[in-house]
């Protein structure tokens, strides 16, 4: 098990915000508590998308033959009454 998440007074975490972010973004959890009481925790988000590569969705995405004619297009044209 790690070591145990960095703790700050609301306070502190008002003043040194910047630090602490700073801490998180490299991967740090941090507690912020009130009057000594643990009541939120600031964590990092992931920040990799992870996709296989260019083409990675070949043969499973389906479009009818007419997706792209011109009475669709009008169509969804009218629905956004881009059409009169």
Wanted: proline letters at 5%; zero cysteines.
């Amino acid at each position: 098990m790690g070591e145990p998440a960095a703790q700050f007074n609301i306070h502190e975490a008002k003043t040194q915000l910047s630090r602490i972010i700073e801490r998180v973004e490299h991967g740090e959890e941090v507690i912020i508590s009130r009057a000594g009481r643990p009541v939120a925790k600031v964590v990092p988000l992931p920040t990799t998308v992870r996709r296989v590569g260019r083409g990675s969705l070949a043969g499973r995405i389906h479009r009818a033959d007419d997706w792209d004619s011109h009475e669709t297009n009008e169509s969804i044209a009218r629905d956004f009454g881009l059409l009169s």
